[in-house]
């Protein structure tokens, strides 16, 4: 099956790929509202600690199965332990199935992005037209549009791993970033801004140690960097062995983190121009009054409040978050898609179109009964799944597989690893930092 399989053709092209599996929604949506629900610069911090110490460490992790595996993440798993098949088929199985089910709660959110960017071309009359239709529910409106997101991220994933996933990432990517940078520069020129960037940048040192910011914060991390879904394990499958793992996930890392952190400079800020003008955001103790005020409320008023140039604003903005959503769902549906074709011998086009048209109906199931499980299946893919099967893996890496092994994948491609000091404290910090802390953060979530 091997001769079949895809790979990225570049460096770049992987960075790409995993990048924009890694940017989404939790950069631009969920890492800031975090920040303002959190103590503003003291989540920041704490934020960036655990990205790196913990979340980098266990990425690194899924991408060397993937990689010594070259297989879907479940026959990557059973590579790695041969003698424990029915592990790694929970392990592996368990991430694809937590994939899918984001991907049927992210689908819709995302149908809600890509519905906001049409609007303001739809009501140009009227801008404010964006915040009533995003306020008010509407169930065509939501199966319609989870439906055609759901729809281009099939046309997508059916293209295979160079002509689907690398050639859309490579192209989304920079358009994300280029109007990202447009946007900052318009809000903090803004009045009001100035107070959004003291509370973003300037901790206050008492919340840093409230666990309530530690397990958001790692939660966060997790999310953003796509772990514990089998999704960073099927990336890593399709690296050539002449790469450097080490520095591809470091890249990664930092992308994300730095994509996170500079949209929380035109969020934030955006947060205070609004409530400049306003808009009540947060309450008389500082706290953010809803987490759903952000998309739903401070921005369309804020798009509302720019007169004419709001218009394209607000394009720029939805057209963003749609785009960031997209890089993301591609990976999310490749997990189950990648499985499907090397486990059952199916063809790309095939598995894509059945397992999308699965996914479009537990999205439905869920637009149907809304109030009970849109927040149900969030929590259990990003609570409870996520961190968890995230923790198996690194127990599979360190457990179960032999330190010199281990070295030797991560060797090829990158040298000597016995002169670096990251990677003689690595496999031990992957055998008992990782888990333990994970789990630490785990069942004090509980
Ligand atoms: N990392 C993506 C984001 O921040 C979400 C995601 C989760 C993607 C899990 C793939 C798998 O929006």
Excluded at 371 to 395: D, E, K, R
Aim: net charge neutral.
């Amino acid at each position: 099956m091997s001769s079949v399989r895809g790979e990225f053709s570049s460096r770049f092209g992987f960075i790409m790929a995993a990048a924009g599996s890694a940017v989404g929604l939790g950069n631009i949506w969920g890492f800031p509202t975090q920040t303002a629900s959190n103590g503003g610069a003291a989540f920041v911090l704490v934020y960036l600690v655990l990205a790196f110490c913990l979340a980098y460490p266990a990425l690194m992790a899924e991408l060397v199965i993937g990689r010594h595996g070259q297989a879907n993440a479940v026959s990557s798993l059973k590579k790695i332990a041969p003698n424990q098949p029915k592990a790694a088929f929970v392990v592996g199985f368990g991430g694809i199935i937590c994939a899918g089910l984001i991907l049927s709660f992210y689908a819709i959110v995302a149908g809600w992005m890509l519905s906001a960017t049409l609007s303001p071309i739809a009501e140009i009359s009227q801008l404010s037209a964006t915040a009533t239709w995003l306020n008010t529910q509407s169930l065509g409106r939501d199966l319609i549009f989870t439906a055609i997101f759901i729809m281009m991220t099939i046309a997508i994933i059916s293209k295979g791993v160079e002509n689907g996933i690398e050639k859309w990432s490579k192209r989304l990517m920079p358009a994300l970033l280029g109007i990202l940078a447009a946007l900052i520069a318009y809000v903090l020129t803004q009045d009001g801004a100035e107070a959004g960037l003291k509370a973003y940048l300037v901790p206050d040192f008492s919340q840093i140690l409230n666990p309530d910011l530690l397990v958001s914060a790692l939660g966060q991390a997790f999310f953003s960097l796509s772990l514990g879904t089998s999704v960073m394990i099927i990336y890593g499958s399709y690296i050539s062995k002449q790469e450097n793992l080490v520095s591809l996930g470091a890249y990664v890392t930092l992308i994300d983190v730095l994509i996170a952190f500079v949209a929380g400079l035109l969020i934030i800020p955006a947060m205070y121009v609004a409530q400049e003008q306003g808009v009540q955001i947060f309450s008389e103790t500082g706290a953010l009054l809803s987490e759903d005020t952000l998309v739903f409320q401070v921005l369309p008023a804020l798009f509302n409040s720019m007169g004419d140039i709001g218009y394209l604003v607000a394009l720029a903005f939805f057209a963003l978050m749609s785009i960031a959503a997209l890089t993301s769902s591609i990976s999310m549906l490749e997990a189950p898609v990648s499985y499907t074709v090397e486990n059952f011998g199916m063809n790309r086009l095939q598995a894509t179109w059945i397992i999308g048209g699965l996914i479009s109906i537990i999205s439905f199931v869920i637009v149907f009964n809304f109030s009970t499980l849109f927040g149900f299946v969030i929590s259990l893919t990003t609570q409870f799944g996520q961190p968890l099967i995230g923790m198996l893996c690194c127990i599979f890496v360190g457990w179960m597989w032999s330190r010199h092994k281990l070295l030797t994948e991560i060797q090829m491609g990158y040298g000597d690893v016995e002169h670096s000091v990251f990677w003689k404290i690595w496999p031990w910090y992957i055998k008992f930092v990782c888990p333990i802390a994970i789990a630490l953060v785990f069942f004090n979530s509980l």
